[in-house]
C-alpha cells in the first residue's frame, strides 16, 4: 500500500496559478502510473490528468488540455499538476491516485488502489 498526501491548495482568482504536490510513502517501489482527480460535492469524481510509470506519456481530459501540466518527480517520489489559467468551473477537491498495477496513462478511476485525501482548490470569479 501506498500513502499519498496532496498539498497546494488554496483560493486564487480566476485566471490565477496554482501547483498542487503529492507525496507518496510506504511502497513507492510498486507504483506505477499515477493521476489526479477531481470532485465537487453532488458530483461524481472526474478524471483530471495522469502520467506514466516513468514520466514518458501523459493524458488530460479534454476539459484542463493546455492549462494543466502533470509531472512527477520518481527520485522525491512526488506527484505534480500545474494549473494555469484557472476557472471557477476548476473548483473541487483534487486527489491524486496511484497504481500498482498499470503501467500506462489512464483515466479510469477503477484502476488506481491507492488515494490520497484531497485538496481543496477554490478558483473565485
Known amino acids: 500500500q501506498v500513502q499519498l498526501v496532496e498539498s497546494g491548495g488554496g483560493l486564487v482568482q480566476a485566471g490565477g496559478s496554482l501547483r498542487l504536490s503529492c507525496a507518496a510513502s510506504g511502497r513507492t517501489s510498486s507504483t506505477n502510473a499515477m493521476g489526479w482527480f477531481r470532485q465537487v460535492p453532488g458530483k461524481e469524481r472526474e478524471f483530471v490528468a495522469a502520467?506514466?510509470?516513468?514520466?514518458?506519456?501523459?493524458n488530460y481530459a479534454d476539459s484542463v488540455k493546455g492549462r494543466f501540466t502533470i509531472s512527477r518527480d520518481n527520485a522525491r517520489n512526488t506527484l505534480y499538476l500545474q494549473m494555469n489559467s484557472l476557472k471557477p468551473e476548476d473548483t473541487a477537491v483534487y486527489s491524486c491516485?496511484?497504481?500498482?498495477?498499470?503501467?500506462?496513462?489512464?483515466?479510469?478511476?477503477?484502476?488506481?488502489?491507492?488515494w490520497g485525501q484531497g485538496t481543496q482548490v477554490t478558483v473565485s470569479s
Open positions: 502520467i506514466s510509470w516513468n514520466g514518458g506519456s501523459t
Open positions: 491516485a496511484a497504481t500498482s498495477t498499470w503501467k500506462t496513462a489512464a483515466g479510469w478511476a477503477q484502476i488506481y488502489d491507492s
